[in-house]
């Protein structure tokens, strides 16, 4: 038998769209009680769901539920610093920025912090990623690291040499793949994102 919840593939849900898929039954609320007792679908939080990968064959993305958990926002700071292989450590937390109040969810799926950004920082340095079948906002590396920088309490980059052991050794980034990077971004986020001084210090150690 042909479950209706494989046409909804690996994206979060409200509990509109899981009704719609049951049409022939009333008390859809109820409908949708059972669907998570009996786990095939994951309750990410109150009226937004994803459907068990078991049913719909489609691998879960966090970055696509992390867009999703709380919008607008995207998936930043070490979090996508590790999904671009920058930093070694893995990342177990879901980190992104939003226009909202910073807020933290626990899911079954795993805990997703999300930090408030001024709107006039927001644009700067998104990318749209496509991850197999599924696609997501992402800050670029530059943004992230601005980002990561931004939200750290205890960074100040005074001097070329803070940066580099910043780099080096607290989030352990090869400098040159650090040198790569698109100085245009650093220059943009500078104008309209918090802890300027300390990305015009990382752009001195970029040119030299």
Known sequence: MNNPLRRLGNIPVTVSALESLFPHIKRGNQKVRLLERDKQIIRLKRGLYVCNPEITGKILSTELIANHLYAPSYVSMSSALRYYGLIPETVYTKQSMTLKHSRDFDTPLGRFEYTNISREAFPVGLTSMKKEDCAFVMATPEKALCDLIANSP??????????????????RMELEEFKQMNAEIFEEYMKVGKKAESIRTLLKLMRK
């Open 154 to 171: 205890k960074v100040n980059l005074r001097y070329l040499k803070d940066a580099e052991i910043y780099l080096e050794e607290d989030i």
